[in-house]
Structures are given as structure tokens and as C-alpha cells.
């Protein structure tokens, strides 16, 4: 009878000892993974400013679907190292973009977003004028870019160079700081002078490269450089 009349509470006890654990753990984020997005610092734009490649972030390994509403425009996967890619050329206007995530069987799971991608009509863009007006001698101090844009300069897009230490060269607000990854992996950070002029070093391997300037403040915009390495 005594034994009984023990078992009873202990049960309870721990009983209400799990509902607390539950409640607690049900509220907690600890190690939540990076929200599905579309990283607006690092779309891939072309000479003229046309956007022909998108990227953003999600969880390694996980199938996605990248929308315009509810338009489709590409389905692809994230990479181990977390980025996804889409390959496509963009016509001037405004896009509502959605990460969808897709299960095993390629149902949709849960929708991120919609973040606006504007093109044209007023983004600022890197285009080859803008470079040419940046090397030429005895410019006026107006400065070449709009405030809190970031642009790499030299060497000029798409051209050729040597392999090994490359200086990369450009504008930014005054004092800003800035993270260089090439070809996706972290290369080092930068920081411009008090009249937005800055230079980086890189180490360039052979082949095609493709290097990204994201500034550290969240939500400017930064600049993409592709190069071919002899």
C-alpha cells in the first residue's frame, strides 16, 4: 500500500517535467537554420546591366524552386556550401521571386519570400560607360557613382589575366567595408579610403573566375566580376 501510494506522485512528477520541456523546447531557435532567400548582392549582371544569374541561400542539399509569383522560372538544388544558382536572362521589369522548398518527391514544402528584384528603370547597374569614365585622367571630383554603390573597376569585366596575385581595384561609399569571395569561396575584405577608392589582392587559379564583392552592411548592393585566368 505504501509503495502504491509513492508510485503515484513520482509519475506525475515527471510527467509534468517532460510538458515542461516540451513548452520550453518548443519555443527555442537555438542552431535554426539560415532562411530561403534570394541575395540581391550577389545577381549576376551582364555589360549592359541585364541580369542573366541569380543566387541566394538555403540549406545544403535541399531541392528548390525559384518563382515569379507563382510563376515558374527554374527548379535546382542548394549546394553543400549552401548557395543556389539560376541561370536565365531577365527581361526589364519587376519580379516577385519565391524559394519554394521541395521534398523528396518535388511537392512543395514551405514558400520564402516574395522579394522584389527590380530591373532597370532606375537600379544602378555597373555598365562598361561607367568604367570607361572611371579610367579616364584629369576627371572632375564629381563623384561617378550614386552614394552607398559599390563597384569593381579594374581589371575591366570579362577580360583577360595572369594567373597568381591579381590586384582588383574600384569605388565605394567612403569608409565602407566589404568581403571578397572568388568563385563563391571567401577571399578576404576590403575597406575604401575616405574617397570611396579601394584595392584588394586576389589569388586567381587558371580558368574562368567569378569574383563577388558583398558589403558588410546587410542590404546594399554589391558588385559581381567574372575573368578569365591564363
Known sequence: MRAAILKRPIGMASALACAMLLLVCA????????PFRIDLSRIDRDADGNVRMLRGQGIPGTPIEVRDGEKLIARTSVSEEGIWEVEKTFEPGTYQINIVELDADNQSLRTHGPTSLVIGGGVPTPK???VAEAEEPEK????????????MVKPAPRSEVAAGSTKISGK???????????????????????LG????????KPGQARIALLPKTRGERGDVLNLTVK
Open 172 to 194: 565605394a561609399p567612403g569608409g565602407a567595408v566589404f568581403m571578397i569571395y572568388v568563385n563563391d569561396q571567401y577571399s578576404g575584405r576590403g575597406r575604401a579610403n575616405r
Open 27 to 34: 519555443g527555442c531557435q537555438i542552431n535554426a537554420p539560415a
Open 197 to 204: 577608392q579601394w584595392q584588394v589582392f586576389v589569388n586567381l
Open 140 to 151: 572632375p571630383a564629381e563623384p561617378a557613382l550614386p552614394s552607398k554603390t559599390y563597384q
Open 128 to 130: 562598361k560607360d561607367t
